[in-house]
Nanobody, 127 residues
Framework: QAHMVESGGGSVQLGGSLRLSCEAS????????IGWFRQVPGKEREGVSS????????IYADSVKGRFTISRDHAKNTVYLQMNSLKPEDTGTYYC????????????????????WGQGIQVTVSS
């Protein structure tokens, strides 16, 4: 089973920034489409962003467009989620997920598209 570790979470104030990282160990992320999701207690997991294997194609949830940027560094075997202008509604546990399926903007923000998940990391935005 693939193993990914998220890092970079924490607590920030309204308008602050964080950069989440999803690093893989024991395998290369080059062969995977990557997604970022978030979840708050009592709610379903929400797709935030997805990036193709090449890194040339990306999609974002409407709620984060213009504020979040997904990217990948093949040399570091890591995918990032830069989060700017954070709002309290961005609070949640953030997960990275991988799939060998090709990038698909119609499915990339759905849980069912992905095969393996990181353990999650908490992001808290206070007002």
């Amino acid at each position: 089973q693939a193993h990914m570790v998220e890092s970079g979470g924490g607590s920030v104030q309204l308008g602050g920034s964080l950069r989440l990282s999803c690093e893989a160990s024991g395998f290369s992320l080059d062969y995977y489409t990557i997604g970022w999701f978030r979840q708050v207690p009592g709610k379903e997991r929400e797709g935030v962003s997805s990036i193709s294997k090449s890194g040339r194609s990306t999609i974002y949830a409407d709620s984060v467009k213009g504020r979040f940027t997904i990217s990948r560094d093949h040399a570091k075997n890591t995918v990032y989620l830069q989060m700017n202008s954070l709002k309290p509604e961005d609070t949640g546990t953030y997960y990275c997920a991988i799939t060998t399926r090709s990038y698909d903007p119609d499915n990339g923000l759905f849980e069912r598209w992905y095969d393996d998940w990181g353990q999650g990391i908490q992001v808290t935005v206070s007002s």
